[in-house]
């Protein structure tokens, strides 16, 4: 009788444990779960919060750019334009808020290569003569046009899909415009090597109704100079150049300028150079970064500049659309 009631009074006691450890562990389910809930909150509003701020940067940019060609006679950009300062750390609602502007005129925009079904022949030439100053492989001017065009009969030196289907992981050309600069890597011809060396000189820029971009010449590195024709020499570049402070308002003024007098007044070049250059940045990647509590949250946005230089947002993405290499 005795064991029998030592029994029940065992398990009397193995039930109430059992109970106390059940309602604990729903408790602990219970507060992680509410601390999963308020963490996912705060996550969602700071990310919304970051968003309404980064579209605030926008704004700023617009009318900065804006600003810009509304205090010049003649609407044209260098290395030392204002907007180029961007705002570092500005606080604003309990943030952080830094914004940077990049020009993406200073680099050659490998979708020119391919233009309303048919090779860009200024464009195809000034590409060549700039992989041949930086000793990189012409395959690869051949490679970027068969990856786009829509056939499947390789260049001399270019390569269609039978030349990816081959490789491991197999994959197909693009067959349309590159989307972004680091697709150059799939390219037969595109080593790691050859891609560091090509990066800073080339980007990638969206086709528009209103033709091929044009290349800034007043932010162009001395090499890309040197590339507009085969008589071009370094001094001449670097006179153009002028430490990175070249200032011409007018191509006008360009073609005044030293030995490219005589350049320009040859046959067809003035048309040519017409077609690849500018004095002007329109297109520009804007950076925005909001610093809220221990969080930071990065956006980049394409810009486009309109006739009087406000911009409009081309896209949005959160990494960049081009990192941003310093060539000198």
Same mark, same amino acid.
């Given at each position: 009788?005795?064991?029998?009631?030592?029994?029940?009074?065992?398990?009397?006691?193995?039930?109430?444990?059992?109970?106390?450890?059940?309602?604990?562990?729903?408790?602990?389910?219970?507060?992680?779960?509410?601390?999963?809930?308020?963490?996912?909150?705060?996550?969602?509003?700071?990310?919304?919060?970051?968003?309404?701020?980064?579209?605030?940067?926008?704004?700023?940019?617009?009318?900065?750019?804006?600003?810009?060609?509304?205090?010049?006679?003649?609407?044209?950009?260098?290395?030392?334009?204002?907007?180029?300062?961007?705002?570092?750390?500005?606080?604003?609602?309990?943030?952080?808020?830094?914004?940077?502007?990049?020009?993406?005129?200073?680099?050659?925009?490998?979708?020119?290569?391919?233009?309303?079904?048919?090779?860009?022949?200024?464009?195809?030439?000034?590409?060549?003569?700039?992989?041949?100053?930086?000793?990189?492989?012409?395959?690869?001017?051949?490679?970027?046009?068969?990856?786009?065009?829509?056939?499947?009969?390789?260049?001399?030196?270019?390569?269609?899909?039978?030349?990816?289907?081959? /490789?491991?992981?197999? $994959? *197909?050309? %693009? @067959?349309? #415009? =590159?989307?972004?600069? +680091?697709? &150059?890597?799939?390219?037969?011809?595109?080593?790691?090597?050859?891609?560091?060396?090509?990066?800073?000189?080339?980007?990638?820029?969206?086709?528009?109704?209103?033709?091929?971009?044009?290349?800034?010449?007043?932010?162009?590195?001395?090499?890309?100079?040197?590339?507009?024709?085969?008589?071009?020499?370094?001094?001449? /570049?670097?006179?153009? $150049? *002028?430490? %990175? @402070?070249? #200032? =011409?308002?007018?191509? +006008?003024? &360009?073609?005044?300028?030293?030995?490219?007098?005589?350049?320009?007044?040859?046959?067809?070049?003035?048309?040519?150079?017409?077609?690849?250059?500018?004095?002007?940045?329109?297109?520009?990647?804007?950076?925005?970064?909001?610093?809220?509590?221990?969080?930071?949250?990065?956006?980049?946005?394409?810009?486009?500049?309109?006739?009087?230089?406000?911009?409009?947002?081309?896209?949005? #993405?959160?990494?960049?659309?081009?990192?941003?290499?310093?060539?000198?």
């Amino acid at each position: 009788m005795r064991s029998s009631v030592k029994n029940q009074s065992g398990m009397a006691m193995l039930t109430a444990l059992l109970l106390v450890a059940l309602a604990a562990s729903l408790a602990v389910n219970i507060w992680y779960g509410t601390a999963l809930d308020v963490a996912r909150m705060q996550n969602t509003q700071q990310a919304y919060q970051a968003k309404h701020l980064s579209q605030g940067l926008l704004l700023w940019a617009s009318d900065v750019l804006r600003q810009d060609y509304e205090n010049a006679d003649l609407p044209w950009d260098n290395r030392n334009d204002a907007w180029r300062q961007g705002v570092q750390q500005m606080p604003a609602d309990g943030a952080m808020l830094s914004g940077t502007l990049l020009g993406l005129n200073d680099c050659f925009n490998i979708n020119n290569l391919w233009q309303d079904g048919v090779v860009s022949e200024p464009h195809y030439q000034y590409f060549k003569r700039l992989l041949q100053l930086l000793n990189i492989e012409l395959a690869v001017a051949e490679q970027a046009i068969d990856w786009m065009d829509p056939d499947q009969i390789p260049r001399q030196q270019g390569a269609e899909d039978f030349a990816y289907l081959a /490789a491991s992981p197999s $994959y *197909q050309t %693009g @067959g349309q #415009a =590159f989307w972004h600069e +680091s697709q &150059l890597n799939l390219l037969q011809a595109v080593t790691p090597t050859v891609y560091r060396s090509l990066k800073p000189y080339v980007c990638v820029l969206p086709v528009l109704r209103r033709g091929a971009s044009k290349m800034n010449i007043n932010t162009l590195s001395p090499v890309m100079i040197r590339a507009l024709h085969p008589n071009i020499s370094e001094a001449l /570049a670097l006179s153009i $150049y *002028q430490e %990175g @402070g070249a #200032a =011409f308002s007018q191509l +006008s003024g &360009l073609y005044q300028h030293g030995d490219m007098a005589v350049l320009s007044q040859q046959n067809g070049v003035k048309e040519v150079w017409n077609q690849l250059l500018s004095v002007q940045t329109l297109y520009i990647q804007a950076e925005a970064e909001v610093v809220m509590e221990n969080s930071i949250h990065d956006s980049y946005a394409l810009l486009f500049r309109n006739d009087n230089g406000a911009a409009i947002t081309l896209q949005r #993405a959160q990494s960049p659309f081009r990192q941003i290499d310093t060539v000198e």
